[in-house]
């Protein structure tokens, strides 16, 4: 008898537990589970446990970005940027910066883009301070992607989670 209400008091627990999870958005592009909610790592996932009523949404199409050595020197192009940070006058990043820089870095180099990252002279992109508002006595680092059309870049920021710093009409230089 012991035994068995104890393995009632498990199954109702675990039933019980599953359903307090945070449901995860189904228009998120993005594929990272939820963290910070208090339940236990260990914890086994369930699978098929309830039907949803509602289907599941397609995952975001995302639109061909210019590949960095595709970018032409005096071309206009549409800039998406994912994150912007300030360097110090040497170009120099500190290292809590750097972290958020390789994190949006490789967010884009999982959905297969190659992005355009790193400190440099925001200066070669004329449009960008103008367009994000960004301090002329100040240098940045950036990551980024280019797209040929304004409704490339739209389609790709619609799509993106975790969402971006910007985007900017500009013309390249000091690309020879």
């Known amino acids: 008898m012991v035994t068995i209400l104890i393995s009632v008091v498990v199954a109702v627990s675990g039933c019980d537990s599953s359903t307090d999870r945070p449901v995860a958005a189904t228009t998120s592009g993005s594929a990272q589970p939820a963290t910070g909610t208090g339940e236990p790592t260990g914890a086994p996932a369930t699978t098929g446990a309830q039907p949803s009523s509602t289907p599941a949404a397609a995952p975001p199409d995302f639109p061909p970005a210019v590949a960095p050595a595709k970018l032409e020197h005096g071309r206009t192009y549409w800039g998406v940027y994912v994150t912007v940070v300030r360097t110090d006058d040497n170009f120099q990043i500190k290292p809590e910066d750097q972290n958020r820089l390789d994190a949006a870095e490789k967010s884009l180099t999982?959905?297969?883009?190659?992005?355009?990252?790193?400190?440099?002279?925001?200066?070669?992109?004329?449009?960008?301070?103008?367009?994000?508002?960004?301090?002329?006595?100040?240098?940045?680092?950036?990551?980024?992607?280019?797209?040929?059309?304004?409704?490339?870049?739209?389609?790709?920021?619609?799509a993106y989670q975790p969402g971006i710093v910007g985007t900017a009409k500009v013309t390249l230089y000091c690309m020879d």
Request: glycine letters at 8%.
């Open 110 to 158: 999982d959905l297969g883009y190659e992005p355009d990252a790193g400190a440099y002279d925001v200066g070669c992109e004329q449009g960008l301070r103008e367009q994000l508002r960004l301090d002329p006595q100040r240098n940045y680092a950036t990551v980024r992607i280019f797209f040929a059309e304004q409704a490339m870049a739209q389609q790709f920021v619609k």
